[in-house]
């Protein structure tokens, strides 16, 4: 079948690279034009596991095509995904100038049949916005075209996302026209030959639904790490109470991990939109507002830990020190550094007058991207290089690589011989028994 895809960021790519690995003819188009470049040249702009040979070999096999040309894309496209972003605006909702944007493009182009696929996470109501985009374009042209528009949410995870796409466990499709969802069923068939994994539903619901899921994902973070701030203070370690509770089914043993906090282009984006739904529908969502002061609060929480280690409040102890940071990424295994916890991180040992060495396996280039040239950040190479004349060591990132590092070389490595741990890494007794101080998120004795 044929599809276009407006948008090649992780869901237009990733989604484009899965629809052509099963056999069908992708159009992806973006405005931006060195991305597809880079594209058409072998060059896939983020790090995906699996991703980037499954693109080059769709794209020699001419199933997955780039361009900036939003007519030839549409001219292709029997159906016509719209995977572009959706920040948040001032107040938190969501900017839904880019799917507006597409919506108008496709309505300007569109001149045979189509489902039109919204991908993005939108607030409820936007497809019908959408709709009326498109549907405005084609009056203002004096033609009819028949088109249908569809949502369906993508839940694919960064770090996992191929496999996600490849395998989903789900595929919500809201629509209102059962030859829509016929047409969407015959589009996915090859990624649930097992099991049928349709979940069909009204346009509204499923717009919710993807906020449902984001938001639930987010609260389980946050309720950890409300749970790890109590555990500091009533001396109690939150890795044995996750221990305890993981193995309910009911509560059940993922993201429950206490830390720094939840970061990336979703969670915090997605959270923010949905209570700004709900106020603007004369609700006010205590949680989800509760959800995100938490995360927030987390976000500072390792340097809190770092003041209370030099100075117990003052910035003076911190100020000329030399922090070893592991891990830019928002979560392992993706390059994507978007409202992740280590910014926080640095943002504030900068403001006290420390400087850091930084490492990350995947997101350096992104690091270097956003921080440029400073005399207060070193990017390494390695982790090992991080630590070269650091006196402190601050794990951001729960790469694998960082899971079991030499204790005793760190000792020796770290002028002051101390670690903050902001995911739980380590066995604290194991690194005090190297001679290292050591501060957890949430492990009794860190306040
Ligand atoms: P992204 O920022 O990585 O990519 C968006 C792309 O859209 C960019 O390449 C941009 O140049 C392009 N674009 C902007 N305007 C365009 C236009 N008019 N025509 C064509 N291309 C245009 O975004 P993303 O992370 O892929 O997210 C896209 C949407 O999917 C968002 O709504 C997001 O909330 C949702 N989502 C993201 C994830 C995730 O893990 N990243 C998961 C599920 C859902």
Known sequence: MRVAIFG??????????????????????????????????????????????MVRASHAAGRLRFTTDAAAAMAHGEFVFIAVGTPPDEDGSAD????????????????????????????????????????AEL???????????????????EGDAVADCMRPDRIVVGADNPAAVARMRRLYAPFHRNRDRFVVMDVRSAELTKYAANAMLATKISFMNEIANIAERVGADVEAVRQGIGSDPRIGWHFIYPGAGYGGSCFPKDVQALARTAR?????????????AVNDRQKGHLFELVQHHYDRGEDEGVRGKVFAV??????????????????????????????????????????????GERDDLVLCGSAQAALEGADALAVVTEWKEFRSPDFARLQAALGDAVVFDGR?????????????????????RSV
């Open 326 to 371: 592991w891990g830019l990424a928002f979560k392992p295994n993706t390059d994507d550094m978007r409202e992740a916890s280590s910014r926080r991180l640095l943002a504030q040992l900068w403001e006290a007058g420390a400087s850091v060495r930084a490492y990350d396996p995947e997101a350096m280039d992104e690091a270097r991207r956003i921080y």
């Open 424 to 444: 739980n890494l380590y066995e604290p007794d194991e690194v005090e028994a190297a001679g290292l101080a050591y501060y957890g998120v949430g492990r009794g």
């Open 8 to 53: 090649t960021g992780y869901v237009g790519l990733v989604t484009g690279a899965c629809l052509a690995e099963v056999g069908h003819e992708v159009v992806c188009v973006d405005v931006d034009a060195a991305k597809v470049d880079g594209l058409n040249n072998g060059v896939v702009p983020i790090y995906e596991p699996g991703l980037a040979p």
């Open 280 to 292: 603007q529908h004369g609700h006010g969502a205590q949680l989800l507002e509760a959800v995100e």
């Open 139 to 157: 009056e203002a042209r004096g033609v009819e075209v028949a088109f249908d528009v569809v949502s369906n949410p993508e839940f694919l995870k």
């Open 96 to 135: 839904l100038r880019y799917v507006l944007a597409v919506a108008r493009t496709i309505g300007r182009h569109l001149e045979r049949p189509a489902v039109v696929v919204g991908k993005s996470t939108v607030p409820v109501g936007t497809a019908d916005k959408v709709r009326a985009a498109i549907a």
